[in-house]
């Protein structure tokens, strides 16, 4: 699969459309990325959107990727915007669900 059928079909689940800032985001190759934007703008969103294209398109283990989340709500939000995704994914045979796990401290 290559990002724009990755894309498509995300988009197509979720019902929104990435701007030119998520979508050059989720396509960064080179290095550390800092991303900052405001509440609301869909980092979150774009979060899993790189990690699903870095686990299907671009084939880095599952196991060699960290998300971390300071809060409870945010694990929610987070877990939320990856059921989505992984309801869409399990179309084209794809899973996402080990990338998700919380754990309390």
Same mark, same amino acid.
């Given at each position: ?15 929104? #459309? ?18 900052? =934007? ?22 880095? =283990? ?5 998300? #971390? +989340?300071? #809060? ?9 915007? +990856?059921?989505?995704?992984?309801? =869409? ?17």
């Amino acid at each position: 699969m290559n990002l724009q059928e990755m894309l498509s079909i995300l988009e197509e689940q979720s019902g929104r #459309t990435l701007h030119d800032e998520q979508r050059s985001v989720i396509e960064h190759t080179n290095g550390p990325l800092w991303v900052i =934007a405001g509440p609301g703008s869909g980092k979150t969103e774009v979060l899993v959107l790189r990690c699903l294209k870095l686990t299907c398109v671009d084939k880095v =283990a599952p196991k060699a990727i960290i998300l #971390t +989340t300071f #809060t409870e709500l945010d694990f929610v939000h987070l877990s939320g915007i +990856t059921d989505c995704f992984n309801q =869409a994914l399990k179309k084209i045979g794809g899973d996402f669900n080990h990338l998700v796990v919380f754990i309390d401290v």
